[in-house]
């Protein structure tokens, strides 16, 4: 759910996205795969490489030194899709009303969450 904040954050400031790309261990179970397709409500695509954030800033690399003259132009030759996932429409409704659930409890619960990651620290120090 803290993921789809993010992916709602990103909508009202109008960055949005048609697909969403995964990578990864997780990335290679169906389940996973389709879970995070009805919570985003939109296309789940499993990259071809499980390295996505080395991946990803490879990329950013070959574009800051001029192999490509775009990310866009860079991701459209360099990722590649495995396959992906559709959302459900009927489990989505279902992950719709539990994130009406989770954005009220994460607002109450920040300030612990705040107050709880400084008691950690201490410890660890």
């Known amino acids: 759910m803290s993921l789809k904040d993010c992916l709602e954050l990103g909508q009202e400031l109008e960055v949005g996205t048609t697909k969403i790309y995964l990578s990864g261990g997780g990335a290679k179970s169906a389940y ?21 954030p080395a991946y990803g800033a490879a990329i950013l690399a070959a574009v800051g ?29 279902t992950y719709r009303r539990l994130y009406a659930l989770y954005q009220p409890l994460y607002k109450t619960l920040k300030d612990f969450f705040d ?11």
């Open 32 to 52: 996973w795969q389709q879970l995070a397709a009805d919570i985003f409500e939109i296309e789940v695509a499993r990259m071809g490489v499980d390295e996505g």
């Open 65 to 93: 030194v001029g192999l490509f003259n775009s990310v866009e132009e860079a991701c459209a030759k360099l990722v590649q899709t495995v396959d992906s996932k559709l959302p459900d429409s009927a489990r989505s409704q």
């Open 115 to 125: 107050r709880d990651a400084v008691f950690v620290e201490e410890i660890l120090e």
